[in-house]
C-alpha cells in the first residue's frame, strides 16, 4: 500500500500549501501580537473582582487564621501588575495596535484601562496613569466617532 496514493486523494492540486508555508505559521507566536496583549490586559483585569470573592471566600471557609485583607492585597497586586506585564507594550503611533484595541468592546476595554488607572493611582505610579490615560482617551474618541 502506498501512503502517497491514500493522502494524494486529498490533494487539489494547488501547491500553495507547502512546508514553507506551515513554517511562516510555526513562527508566528500568538502571544506576541497585540490583540493577545490587550485581550489579557482586558481579561486580567475584568475577571480579578470575580476571583478575588471566590478565593476569599475559600481562606473564609478554612479552619486556618488568614490574614483576609493581606491576601486579597496580594491578589490585586498581582492581577493589576500582571495585566500591566501585557498592555504595557502598546504603541499608539503603531496601527496594529490602534486596529487591535479596537476590534476588542471598547466600553469593557475602557472599563479595564480606567480600573488600572485607579488602582495605580493608589500607589503614586503615575507614569503608568499617563500610559494607561492615552490609551483611554484613544478609546473613548474612537468610541465618540463611531456613535
Given at each position: 500500500?502506498?501512503i502517497?496514493?491514500?493522502?494524494?486523494?486529498?490533494?487539489d492540486g494547488?501547491?500553495?500549501?507547502?512546508?514553507?508555508?506551515?513554517?511562516?505559521i510555526?513562527?508566528?507566536?500568538?502571544?506576541?501580537?497585540?490583540?493577545?496583549?490587550?485581550?489579557?490586559?482586558?481579561?486580567?483585569?475584568?475577571?480579578?473582582?470575580?476571583?478575588?470573592?471566590?478565593?476569599?471566600d475559600?481562606?473564609?471557609?478554612?479552619?486556618?487564621v488568614?490574614?483576609?485583607?493581606?491576601?486579597?492585597?496580594?491578589?490585586e497586586?498581582?492581577?493589576?501588575?500582571?495585566?500591566w506585564?501585557?498592555?504595557?507594550?502598546c504603541?499608539?503611533?503603531?496601527d496594529?495596535?490602534?486596529?487591535?484595541?479596537?476590534?476588542?468592546d471598547?466600553?469593557y476595554?475602557?472599563?479595564?484601562?480606567?480600573?488600572?488607572?485607579?488602582y495605580?493611582?493608589?500607589?503614586?505610579?503615575y507614569?503608568?496613569?499617563?500610559?494607561?490615560?492615552?490609551?483611554?482617551?484613544?478609546?473613548?474618541?474612537?468610541?465618540a466617532?463611531?456613535?
Open positions: 500500500m502506498d502517497n496514493k491514500i493522502f494524494g486523494i486529498f490533494d494547488d501547491d500553495s500549501l507547502d512546508n514553507q508555508n506551515f513554517k511562516v510555526d513562527d508566528l507566536n500568538i502571544q506576541d501580537t497585540p490583540i493577545y496583549k490587550i485581550g489579557m490586559f482586558e481579561k486580567l483585569i475584568l475577571n480579578y473582582k470575580n476571583a478575588q470573592f471566590q478565593v476569599i475559600i481562606f473564609k471557609k478554612s479552619n486556618e488568614f490574614d483576609l485583607e493581606e491576601i486579597e492585597k496580594t491578589g497586586y498581582i492581577a493589576y501588575y500582571r495585566a506585564d501585557y498592555i504595557r507594550f504603541k499608539l503611533e503603531e496594529i495596535w490602534k486596529e487591535s484595541l479596537l476590534v476588542r471598547i466600553k476595554l475602557t472599563t479595564a484601562v480606567k480600573f488600572a488607572i485607579n495605580f493611582e493608589g500607589y503614586e505610579e507614569e503608568k496613569c499617563g500610559f494607561l490615560y492615552n490609551i483611554e482617551t484613544f478609546l473613548e474618541s474612537s468610541l466617532s463611531t456613535h
